[in-house]
């Protein structure tokens, strides 16, 4: 287990930025989309706060964890589990979507290229 500075930071500027939309009255597709894009760095920077290893294998994990939590609103699981807070349903989502997993697809697409586009500046 380590603790990096570098993704606290960025951690911290995407909640931000996802707080903003979520609060801040945007235009479907920054809301709808770019906010779901968004959820995959801000997963990801998180747990690399924390661990080290592979990229690839992190920002898989967290599209894997991400698909799982949309494939869960398709059985409806918020009104299974009798989760009734709007703060919880907003968090884990209520409605499924298939363009969801379209925009996890792109955020971990924009993760890994970012990754390897640091790594080969860096050396």
Known sequence: MT????????????LAVEICIAVFTFHWFIRGFLGDVLVI??????????????AFK???TTLVFAIG??????????EKLNITSP????MLGSVFDPWDIL?????????VISEKSFLKFTK
């Open 3 to 14: 603790f990096s500075k570098k993704y606290l930071v960025l951690f911290l500027s995407l």
């Open 41 to 54: 760095l801000l997963i990801y920077c998180f747990v690399r706060i924390f661990l080290k290893g592979s």
């Open 58 to 60: 992190i920002a898989l």
């Open 69 to 78: 939590v949309e494939l869960l609103q398709w059985i409806d699981f918020t």
């Open 87 to 90: 703060v919880f349903k907003t």
């Open 103 to 111: 925009a996890y697809l792109l955020g971990f697409f924009i993760v």
